[in-house]
């Protein structure tokens, strides 16, 4: 019996000091969860109990330079469920409402009113008058929780296709993918509000507490330079030029304040419909559309989404002879544009064992001065001066209009020049580059070094974006204007706008030629990548050329039309200079 009451004993002490052990590991337990995991388990508890509703902000109003709406965020609404606050009974009847109002796939709609989950989304953006009749159903069945109906906001543009690849467009989730809404997204998106409200796993709601409101703030206006009344101008007439003169590979158009960098108007054909930015976007295409596969339709898509003229680069051609002028006169070499005698064209000259020909080599232009020169756009007198200017002194030049880096525009995407480095650029590089071929710019770029001979010689950075609008308190900030330093002087500008005046009035520009009014310009046409059969054909006009206002460079890519690819054939376009001009009263 002894034996039996010890035994006993001892298994009580085990037990009880067994229970004593797992007592004070609770104890330790406990105190290291209330302590230690005590902030991370309390954020975790508030995340899971607490329901938060997005609000989305309006995005900001983008603007034209005279005020009017090129892109504004309209009212709309979304639709949600809370699964766990509709009674079992009434799902299918929520479905089926669902459904019937929105349009939706009744099944689809279904499976999410009867999910285990906190909240799901039935349709996002929809008009008012929709949400309406299902505020109306809601009452008319007694429904009051499970169904929420938040504002909601939705892009619109006014204008459809003007400036669309400017302007770009904006996702479901209210960001900007391309164009201006992608590269100013964080001043025109706001910030995001919300709806919040305690509920258990289900979705149910947890105590009295109600609906914690927290308001959206409305993204920031801007003002773009971009004047919708030149837009539309240059839009019409680019799409002409392109249709009439078959150009496969479309083209296009800039309009700029030389004075300021004011991007007047930039247009790249063919162009989209903002609105509807992942639809087909010309006849053609819509007649394939539904047979192509999604990464033929992708690749369609993001091509005409692409800003030409500052994404993509090309030879200029002759064009390019108004820098190779500007130096030369600038550097001495020519101190009489009108010298009769000074220059010769034998219909070619000899570089380094190669003979480059002029381009009427058949019939050459003989003894020339500057201002004939750049007229008739006599290769072999370019040549010339690049030799004398030798490639140190040419790149410097290069530099000092800019055309060795980007110009810093306020776009997305903008692409570099592609220039031979200047180490390894000899006597025929040398050569081609005084005449604008062998090597490649971006339309934006040659504006820009345009702009500066137009302005009276100083670098100016273009701009697209002259005013951000605060929504709250309305104060306007001005984007200010930037400049890069002088590239050559007054006295020589003013040369070469004369003869670029000379060009339109007597040379190969002649086609722009407009009575009573004063346009300079330079005609260019060039190869588009080496034996591919295709040119690129430009002009680029300024005006007035007595106190120029506009620089405009029109590009079109393999005109394949009766009228040929040489650049003077398609000057029919700058006539319209004269209508941008006045568009702007000054």
């Known amino acids: 019996m002894m034996t039996i009451k010890l035994s006993s004993k001892k298994k009580m002490r085990n037990t009880l000091f067994i229970t004593f052990l797992i007592i004070i590991c609770l104890i330790g337990r406990i105190g290291y969860i209330q302590f230690v995991q005590g902030g991370e388990l309390s954020t975790m508890a508030y995340q899971q109990q607490t329901l938060d509703r997005s609000i989305n902000p309006k995005r900001g109003t983008i603007l034209d330079s005279t005020g009017k709406t090129l892109a504004v965020s309209s009212t709309v609404e979304t639709v949600t469920v809370n699964p766990g606050n509709i009674d079992k009974e009434n799902k299918e009847k929520v479905a089926q409402a669902l459904s019937d109002i929105f349009e939706l796939d009744y099944e689809t709609v279904l499976k999410k009113v009867t999910k285990r989950s906190s909240i799901e989304t039935i349709t996002k953006k929809v008009e008012k008058e929709k949400t309406d009749k299902l505020r109306i159903w809601m009452e008319q069945n007694g429904i009051t929780t499970g169904i929420n109906i938040d504002e909601d906001t939705k892009r619109y543009y006014p204008y459809s296709t003007v400036a669309s690849q400017v302007i770009g467009f904006c996702g479901s989730d209210n960001q900007g993918l391309d164009g201006i809404e992608a590269k100013y997204d964080m001043v025109l998106k706001g910030t995001q509000g919300a709806i919040q409200r305690h ?76 609105n509807e930015p992942y639809e087909a976007y010309t006849d053609e295409l819509k007649e394939t559309w539904d047979s192509m596969g999604q990464s033929e339709k992708t690749e369609k898509l993001q091509a005409v989404w692409r800003n030409k003229a500052v994404a993509d680069t090309y030879e200029p051609g002759s064009v390019f002879k108004l820098v190779t002028s500007s130096a030369a006169i600038e550097e001495g070499l020519v101190t009489d544009i009108d010298q009769e005698g000074q220059f010769s064209c034998t219909g070619g000259i000899e570089v380094a064992g190669v003979r480059i020909k002029c381009w009427r080599y058949y019939r050459p232009h003989g003894s020339e001065s500057l201002r004939l020169a750049l007229m008739n756009s006599c290769n072999p007198v370019f040549i010339g001066l690049g030799q004398q200017l030798g490639v140190q002194k040419y790149y410097r030049y290069l530099n000092k209009f800019k055309l060795l880096e980007r110009t810093g525009i306020d776009l997305l995407g903008e692409a570099n020049s592609i220039f031979l480095a200047e180490e390894k650029a000899g006597p025929v590089e040398l050569a081609t580059i005084s005449f604008g071929q062998r090597f490649e710019i971006t339309p934006i770029q040659l504006v820009t070094a345009v702009s500066a001979i137009a302005n009276g010689g100083t670098s100016i950075q273009p701009r697209v974006v002259k005013q951000i609008i605060d929504s709250q308190t309305g104060e306007i900030q001005d984007i200010p204007v930037k400049t890069n330093g002088e590239v050559i002087s007054k006295e020589t500008t003013e040369k070469v706008l004369s003869m670029m005046e000379s060009v339109v009035s007597e040379g190969t520009g002649k086609n722009a030629k407009v009575v009573g009014y004063r346009i300079g310009g330079k005609t260019g046409t060039s190869e588009d990548g080496v034996n591919t059969n295709k040119y690129v054909t430009s002009f680029l006009g300024v005006a007035p050329i007595d106190n120029p206002q506009v620089v405009l460079l029109v590009t079109l890519y393999n005109p394949t039309g009766e009228g040929g690819h040489q650049g003077g054939a398609w000057v029919i376009l700058t006539t319209h200079i004269k209508t941008i001009e006045k568009s702007r009263m000054i």
Do not use: F, H, R, W
């Open 199 to 274: 509920t258990d796993a289900k979705g149910g709601e947890i105590g009295e507490e109600g609906e914690n409101y927290v308001s959206a703030i409305d993204g920031n206006d801007l003002v773009l330079t971009i004047d919708l009344n030149i837009q539309s101008i240059v839009e019409k007439y680019l799409e002409e030029a392109c249709i009439d003169n078959e150009c496969t590979d479309g083209g296009t158009i800039i309009a700029m304040n030389p004075q300021n960098g004011d991007i007047l108007a930039m247009a790249t054909y063919p162009n989209y419909n903002l």
